[in-house]
């Protein structure tokens, strides 16, 4: 597998939330907003990217007995790094995002890919894993943010387009899972004509 498709499998075909199924508590919880969907992706983008390259650098070195502790520590560093720049610079969003930027640590798509990918592949080749899987996650919290946002207050990031409140239920929990698994349905029916395409 090259890097340019090491990068897009994350965006559409593994897409860690809409595919894989993996960080939906986080994923429901704070997509609320587009800001706040896209400020949980940047955020955990970061830590990927990071921490991808750091545990594939020292793969070698790690004791097996120890490793998924030692990929922990190595993760928690770089959350708490954008915990701290979060809080100092955009203290409203950390405010808003609150116990979801700490538990990145144990997001189960970070620590899976440090012990699916990382683990077992060059520097490189673990960072663009990193980027693809981060982006992806940022693009499906983005616009599950965006589309709660604007069916529930008729805006988006904060802008308003609409008229009115728009429908409460779609900024409260139940509305998360609507959405949510519409969105899991149109990415599954898209992977799938683009599967019987590649086949003609």
């Known amino acids: 597998m090259n890097q340019a498709q090491n990068f897009l499998k994350g965006i559409l075909k593994e897409n860690p939330v809409l595919i894989l199924i993996l960080g939906t508590c986080p994923t429901l919880a704070v ?5 706040n969907g896209l400020g949980m992706g940047l955020a ?3 830590v990927l990217l990071c921490s991808n390259a750091v545990i594939a650098a ?4 790690v004791p097996d007995k120890v490793r998924i502790p030692i990929y922990i520590v190595v993760i928690a560093a770089f959350v708490t790094i954008v915990d701290l ?18 538990l ?8 899976g890919r440090a012990e699916a990918f990382a683990a077992r592949n060059d520097v490189l080749s673990s960072v663009v894993d990193g980027a693809g899987m981060g982006v992806g996650f940022t693009l499906a919290l983005t616009v599950l943010g965006a589309i709660r946002e604007a069916l529930g207050s008729g805006a988006v990031f904060g802008q308003k387009f609409l008229a009115g409140d728009g429908i409460l239920l779609f900024v409260l929990p139940p509305g998360a899972f609507i959405c949510f698994a519409f969105m ?17």
């Open 31 to 35: 997509t609320s907003s587009a800001q």
């Open 104 to 111: 990145i640590v144990v997001n189960c798509i970070i620590l």
């Open 58 to 61: 020292i793969k070698d070195l």
């Open 85 to 102: 720049v979060m809080a100092a610079y955009t203290p409203a969003l950390h405010k808003t995002l609150g116990i979801f930027i700490p």
């Open 44 to 46: 955990a983008t970061f």
């Open 184 to 200: 899991i349905a149109a990415v599954n029916a898209l992977n799938r004509a683009m599967a019987a395409k590649g086949k003609r």
